[in-house]
């Protein structure tokens, strides 16, 4: 008898995981679709750009399109971090931790800069995450500077996206979304003018080209880190992006499985 309970209680926790596989994978995203898609309208030249979190991942597919886009960029990172990408690139590098304030300061001393794009976070497990620290150093610096235009990089799920993410999503980053929420609020209460852009699940393969932005909080999918970093570079100096929270939306990667599997990627 307790073999065959025991039988239906582990058939039932093998359904439950399936299901939740089913929906992480397959069906997550793929249910609301974007009411709204930003359209960027004039430009403004940018001016300097001062970079926070460019020398890896999606910042620095940012900083080579900044300078493929004749940008001068000056990019803020660590002592501890690697910066060997940043060398071919004709990049200013500025030492600084973005946790020191004195520091942030020190970095926008550096040059007048006119724009600024923060990419900051970290996943290594035990490290202070600079997701709220961080961008609030940023921030006070960029209002002291007369910065104007900022860039925040934040993620779906952070405020009024609130349970837009998938639930294994939004429950295993809560404590990242909200200090990206607290770094949000503290960015708009500040005064300068901004953009925030929220991705959900980041990718690595090769752009799709069939990414924009969209003022829907509800929207949700996943994006690969070359599009969302053209989707920043393009908002940079957009006066229609100013004061606007952005949703960085892909209808071909709706769900895990098209970042997974890129060659089944659906139509949008």
Request: avoid cysteine.
């Amino acid at each position: 008898m307790l073999k065959i309970v025991g039988g239906v209680i582990g058939g039932v926790i093998v359904a439950l995981l399936v299901v939740l596989a089913a929906y992480v994978f397959v069906f997550s995203g793929s249910f609301h679709r974007p009411t709204a898609k930003f359209v960027a309208g004039a430009y403004l030249p940018s001016g300097p750009v001062l970079v926070f979190g460019g020398n890896k991942g999606t910042g620095l597919d940012i900083v080579r399109l900044l300078r493929a886009r004749g940008e001068a960029v000056t990019v803020v990172a660590r002592r501890s971090s690697d910066t060997r990408a940043l060398a071919p690139l004709g990049v200013t590098l500025v030492i600084a931790d973005a946790l020191h304030p004195a520091e942030v300061r020190a970095a926008f001393a550096s040059n007048v800069f006119q724009s600024v794009i923060s990419t900051l976070g970290s996943s290594k497990p035990g490290e202070q995450r600079p997701d709220f620290e961080g961008n609030r150093n940023v921030i006070d610096a960029a209002r002291a500077a007369g910065i104007r235009h900022l860039v925040l990089v934040t993620v779906v799920g952070a405020g009024d996206s609130r349970g837009s993410a998938p639930f294994p999503m939004d429950s295993l980053l809560k404590d990242v979304i909200a200090a990206k929420t607290a770094a949000e609020d503290y960015l708009k209460a500040s005064g300068i003018p901004y953009t925030i852009v929220r991705p959900g699940g980041l990718g690595a393969g090769p752009a799709s080209g069939a990414a924009y932005l969209t003022t829907d909080a509800q929207a949700f999918s996943y994006i690969e880190r070359a599009d969302l970093a053209q989707l920043v570079v393009d908002a940079l100096g957009s006066t229609a992006a100013l004061g606007k929270t952005f949703t960085a939306y892909d209808a071909t990667h709706r769900t895990a499985w098209s970042i997974l599997a890129p060659h089944s990627r659906a139509t949008p």
